[in-house]
């Protein structure tokens, strides 16, 4: 489905892709382009390659020009997938961390609502809920985030069911577990960390004994339920991921199967706030995006191999 179909015209047919540049909006941009929907780039640095009828706004989104540029009478849908993503830097940098995540959502949601845009989607993340232990989240467990990055998150999700109850706004927020796959060379997150490791014989440290549990999703299906939030006229809360989780060192096993590597492990001290588990259930959001997941943990990993390894080939 497209956010074409939804009946809002001709006059309106762009959609903006926010963080546009980066390793889940690049992928969800080719995607539109691939179904002929025409995509608004915004970032702070600029589109990897040329796409025919796609439009680069380069720039702060924390600036209105660079705001107003991007989203016009013609958007018909916003996914909003910028902001300071790292709970790390959330925590030495709460400020910026408002500033670049409910700020500037705020501020989107305003020009949207003044646009009269129908659909706005948000990257949103189970950090919202906090320390559940091993009990499996779901979209409605009570909101208890435990760092700037969850409460930031929090606070989005709630200005955009505000605006979706005042102003008859179609506003999704998607919770995403741990994404991964082609295109995230750059990302210290733990895959991208084995398969460095894998490509130069190295090995790879593990916080603690490695028994926690993670949810790992591939970028392909995140991509599938922003195409299918997009066109579901749904509002509220949908969790992508795998909807099975992994411990750490079922992840190490897994890699060194597809990758043929040793993976030498070393076991370090767990940081304070280290998560016990992510468990989360996806059985909602095929009732309300129509998201089911389809790619699988071992081929999942094959693409983000591929991808590795042929970076390091001419």
């Excluded at 691939?34 to 924390?62: I, M, N, Q, S, Y």
């Excluded at 549990?213 to 991921?241: C, E, F, P, T, W």
Aim: aromatic letters at 6%; proline letters at 6%; a negative charge.
């Amino acid at each position: 489905m497209t956010p074409m179909a939804n009946g809002h015209g001709p006059d309106r047919t762009s959609v903006v892709v926010t963080g546009g540049s980066g390793f889940i909006g690049r992928a969800v941009v080719r995607a539109l382009r691939d179904r002929g929907v025409p995509v608004t780039v915004v970032d702070r640095v600029p589109f990897p390659e040329t796409l025919d009828g796609a439009r680069v706004v380069v720039g702060d989104l924390r600036e209105a020009a660079v705001r107003e540029q991007a989203v016009d009478r013609g958007t018909v849908g916003i996914v909003h997938l910028a902001g300071l993503t790292s709970v790390l830097k959330s925590v030495e940098l709460p400020e910026d961390t408002f500033a670049d995540n409910v700020l500037v959502t705020q501020e989107l949601l305003e020009l949207a609502r003044r646009h009269e845009v129908p659909t706005f989607l948000l990257a949103s993340t189970n950090a919202v809920i906090g320390n559940v232990g091993g009990a499996t989240i779901t979209p409605d467990l009570p909101l208890r985030p435990l760092t700037p990055y969850g409460a930031t998150k929090a606070a989005c999700e709630m200005l955009l069911s505000g605006y979706a109850g005042a102003y008859g706004m179609t506003t999704c927020a998607l919770r995403f577990t741990n994404v991964y796959g082609p295109g995230m060379s750059h990302k210290d997150s733990f895959v991208p960390r084995m398969m460095r490791a894998a490509l130069t014989g190295g090995g790879v440290r593990i916080y603690g004994d490695g028994r926690q549990r993670r949810d790992l999703v591939h970028v392909d299906d995140v991509v599938r339920a922003v195409l299918l939030a997009l066109g579901s006229g749904y509002s509220g809360r949908a969790i992508v991921g795998a909807g099975r989780s992994v411990s750490v060192l079922e992840m190490v096993e897994a890699v060194r199967e597809v990758t043929g590597a040793e993976l030498p492990v070393e076991h370090v001290e767990a940081p304070a706030g280290e998560m016990p588990a992510v468990v989360v259930d996806v059985s909602a959001s095929a009732e309300t995006i129509g998201y089911r997941p389809e790619v699988s943990l071992t081929d999942g990993l094959v693409t983000a191999w591929k991808y590795f390894s042929g970076l390091e080939t001419p």
